[in-house]
């Protein structure tokens, strides 16, 4: 018998059988996860048994994706796009007195990124910390617009590199955001963050939580699936 079931943000197929005797976990050539377990396993000790490899989930699932999508790395050259809030702005470059570049070595200005060209062999480093800026400030007033109608008073909102994921949040309230997830479109930005807020009433992905998510963000699934399909396209 199968059924599909939520772990954080893992959905998993699981697969029950009265003649299996042991317990496979594994990422198929998809890069989908399946459990396998005896008949009588409850879904509480499955959970607990997903729980205990996540780290070997994670690592696992970004290796796959690795071999199915792989990652063109950036240049930093001049005409080089880059995401910001869903929206595509191209890269120039500009030599020392040039004129048009005062203050950080990175800017988004007049609808392109301008940056110094010395600092392009560690372009990288910049826009991170240029995303991760933009992120804690657009990701504080999101959660503040959006809690009122999850009916939730969520604590300190952070961004980092969540590896895998888009998004966490803590048993005691506080929100963590990948900086990545600013390259992703406004809509898919509030859909992480109200998603979030539902988990500070239900931290399980349960019926109760999709019901919560539901009343106030009724695309839920669309959205899902969008950032399945295309979150990998939203990278440096």
């Known amino acids: 018998m199968n059924a599909l079931i939520w772990v954080d943000d893992l959905e998993i197929e699981l697969r029950r059988s ?3 005797k042991t317990v496979d976990l594994t990422v198929d050539r998809a890069g989908e996860l399946v459990i396998a377990v005896p008949a009588a396993f409850s879904d509480a000790r499955v959970e607990e048994i997903i729980r205990s490899r996540l780290e ?7 290796n796959k994706r690795r071999v199915l999508h792989p990652k063109i790395g950036k240049e930093y050259m001049t005409g080089e796009g880059f995401h910001y809030l869903g929206r595509k702005y191209r890269l120039k470059l500009l030599r020392a007195g040039d ?4 203050g950080p070595a990175l800017q988004l200005k007049n609808g392109r990124f301008l940056m110094a060209e010395r600092v392009a062999p560690e372009g990288r480093q910049h826009f991170v910390r240029w995303y991760a800026r933009q992120a804690s400030r657009r990701f504080a007033s999101e959660v ?11 604590g300190p909102v952070r961004v980092m590199d969540l590896k895998n994921r888009w998004a966490s949040c803590s048993k005691t309230g506080g929100l963590n955001f990948h900086w990545r997830a600013i390259l992703l479109p406004i ?4 859909y992480l963050v109200t998603h979030e807020l ?7 992905h349960s019926a109760r939580f999709y019901e919560i998510l539901g009343r106030v963000a009724p695309d839920y699934e669309d959205a899902e699936r969008w950032l399945k399909e295309n979150g990998d396209l939203y990278d440096l």
Do not use: F, K, M, N
């Open 144 to 154: 503040t617009a959006l809690a009122p109608r999850v009916g939730v008073t969520p």
């Open 198 to 204: 539902a988990h500070l009433i239900e931290h399980s």
């Open 187 to 190: 809509d898919r930005v509030r």
């Open 99 to 102: 004129g048009a570049l005062a």
């Open 18 to 20: 009265d003649r299996r």
């Open 56 to 62: 070997w989930i994670y690592q696992t699932l970004g």
